[in-house]
């Protein structure tokens, strides 16, 4: 308990020391996003490809890192809307905090477990450090979520290592330092490439929802402000549909976002995101439980899932025919 407070100290004293960027002062909307992997990509888009200015919305974005913090910065107006996992949001929204998820352009996780060439089951991790960027939020969560999809216990039959990034993770399975982690891509070819064993068909995780990057928004904003929601929905939607058909230039944004070079990490990075990535981006209420069925947080259990999710945005474009005419290049 003393480090968890210690830690949101930290969370909170490193928030206070960011601009005051809200769209009262700057005259701009802002927009932070939690993580440089390529499930964050919409952002990157729609910011790159000029969606924000097509739909009238003088929009910047910035990097905070985590989903934690940024889930913060929000609260605390450092910034207009966020881009992050739900986790974070959930597990604040259940603490109090008047936020919602608008949209989730992932619905999957964006992980896969992978091992030391050595273990070649699942089962063969148990008693084995694995790697985690974080002992809090999306990142051990994720973990967790694998560990038990492939019959272990994840809290008593595996031990947790703060590494760091993903390519420090790959980096401490490399020297042997731990038995496996999860990366995403391309950290993913990487591994492969080591000769590492991926678990990545666990069937367990095929039909599980997760709330990966998503946007969410104040519960003020969802009241005040719905037009902007609404262009900003529009713009992720539109934003989704280019990556997807536009694979140059999409390549060049993740190359500029990700500060990646290399051409094979890049194609892995866009391969595996182009089918996961969804055309009506709905923040569905199965998605949220998966995150209330691990928390444990005391409200988690009775809370109701749709209290989470702002859903009418991405239903009213999908009612009025926006997402089939962004499917059919109008």
């Known amino acids: 308990m003393k480090n968890l407070k210690m830690f949101s100290a930290t969370i909170l004293f490193v928030v206070s020391l960011l601009p005051s960027l809200s769209n009262g002062q700057s005259g701009k909307l802002v927009i932070g996003y939690a993580n440089f992997s390529p499930t964050y990509a919409p952002i990157w888009v729609a910011k790159e490809a000029g969606f924000f200015d097509k739909h009238g919305l003088n929009a910047d974005i910035i990097f905070i890192r985590g989903g934690a913090m940024g889930t913060q910065g929000l609260l605390s107006r450092s910034f207009d809307y966020l881009i992050a996992g739900g986790v974070a949001a959930i597990e604040a929204a259940l603490a109090g905090a008047d936020i919602v998820i608008v949209a989730t352009p992932a619905n999957r996780m964006d992980q896969v477990l992978v091992a030391r060439k050595e273990i070649s089951h699942p089962s063969e991790l148990k008693g084995k450090k694995i790697a985690v960027n974080s002992v809090v939020g999306s990142a051990i969560l994720a973990i ?72 969410i928004a104040r519960q003020e904003s969802v009241r005040k402000d719905p037009a902007t929601l609404d262009r900003l929905t529009r713009s992720l939607i539109e934003a989704v549909h280019f990556f997807k058909t536009r694979k140059t230039e999409t390549k060049k944004i993740l190359q500029k976002y990700m500060r990646v070079q290399n051409s094979d990490e890049l194609e892995e990075a866009y391969t595996v995101l182009a089918g996961r990535l969804i055309d009506r981006p709905l923040p569905t209420v199965q998605s949220v439980k998966t995150i209330l069925d691990w928390s444990r947080h005391p409200k988690a259990k009775t809370a109701d899932p749709a209290q989470f999710v702002a859903p009418q945005f991405v239903e009213r474009l999908d009612k009025q025919g926006f997402i089939a005419s962004v499917l059919k290049g109008k």
């Open 144 to 215: 967790k979520i694998m560990v038990q999809a492939v019959g272990l216990n994840p809290d008593r039959d595996v031990t947790y290592v703060t590494s760091g990034d993903g390519a420090t993770r790959v980096a401490a399975l490399q020297s042997g330092l731990v038995d496996a982690t999860g990366v995403s891509p391309p950290f993913t070819l990487t591994a492969k490439r080591a000769g590492f064993t991926v678990f990545d068909g666990i069937p367990a995780l095929e039909s599980l929802e997760y709330p990966s990057a998503s946007l």
